[in-house]
């Protein structure tokens, strides 16, 4: 199965730009059906409030859990000391599978990490061109996955393509997503370099045509294996190793939660019976 591993989705509050007023997942679905994508991965546009970004794109992808799976966007410090309750929520509620970070906002924190590693979750951080952020955040968590997208720079900043991709060769636990890079021989280079394992098709949709980004990656001409597993295996990878029970210790429950939040952040710990850890199933190629 082709899964895209980038997409926004729902509407932005800010409307200054496309990126933060409105993903419209309508139109991406239509073209991504055309193009022989099954799954997406969607998360939040640019949003003053991701609590309710959030639940905004669970509601959407409770419209579609067949096509869509969720990413629970955090601010690293607006929302810090309730990271693990967005998350937990995202979770153990709406079956999301990973967190999405946006450098513009604020680079991942300790807490959005040590949140990251309790539910298995991988990160997907936009760096903004900022790629040694990267040597920071992979060696101190070796156990959390890491996807930069656009191989570092959304506007074609080779500089910080050559680090990532270098950087893919270097930390087992970092990843490159395709989306939006323009730059054809830098995405040649990062499977040469780090292999493609490393690599994973994202489209940037809505706002970018998830069929041309797809073409992309068939332009590399990879043997069939390797094909699949940039178009869709490593993402389903990464995403098979969440745990809806967090491995927390206390000391992170401390840290991380704001004392209005504690009473939820007891029962993330302890566990609601009620609630089923996420079906595995769908995400077999
Ligand atoms: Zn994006």
Redesign the pocket.
């Given at each position: 199965m082709i899964i895209d591993c980038?997409?926004?989705a729902g509407k932005g509050d800010r409307m200054t730009a496309p990126?933060n007023t409105d993903a419209p997942i309508g139109p991406y679905l239509r073209r991504a059906r055309a193009a022989g994508i099954g799954r997406t991965v969607i998360f939040a546009p640019f949003h003053s409030d991701y609590a309710r970004a959030n639940a905004e794109v669970a509601r959407i992808v409770a419209r579609a859990p067949d096509r869509l799976t969720g990413f629970a966007f955090v601010h690293a410090d607006r929302d810090a000391g309730r990271i693990l309750n967005m998350v937990g929520r995202a979770v153990q509620e709406w079956g999301f599978r990973g967190i999405k970070v946006h450098g513009r906002d604020a680079m991942p924190t300790r807490e959005v990490c040590e949140v990251a590693r309790a539910f298995g979750l991988p990160v997907l951080v936009?760096v903004i061109g900022q790629a040694s952020v990267v040597d920071m955040l992979a060696p101190q968590y070796p156990d959390v996955d890491f996807i930069i997208?656009?191989l570092g720079s959304?506007s074609g900043d080779w500089r910080a393509h050559q680090q990532v991709v270098d950087q893919m060769a270097r930390h087992a636990n970092v990843y490159g997503d395709t989306?939006?890079v323009y730059r054809f021989d830098y995405l040649e280079m990062a499977v040469r370099q780090a292999g493609p394992e490393k690599l994973l098709f994202?489209s940037?949709g809505p706002?970018l045509h998830p069929a041309a980004e797809l073409y992309k990656v068939k332009l590399l001409g990879l043997p069939a294996a390797d094909e699949r597993l940039v178009l869709g295996g490593n993402i389903a990878r990464l995403m098979s190793r969440v745990q809806a029970r967090p491995a927390l210790r206390p000391s992170l429950a401390r840290a991380a939660a704001r004392p209005s939040e504690r009473a939820t952040v007891e029962k993330l710990i302890h566990g609601d019976p009620s609630l089923a850890p996420p079906s595995q199933a769908d995400y077999q190629l």
């Open positions: 980038h997409c926004h990126w936009d997208p656009h959304f989306s939006g994202g940037d706002w």
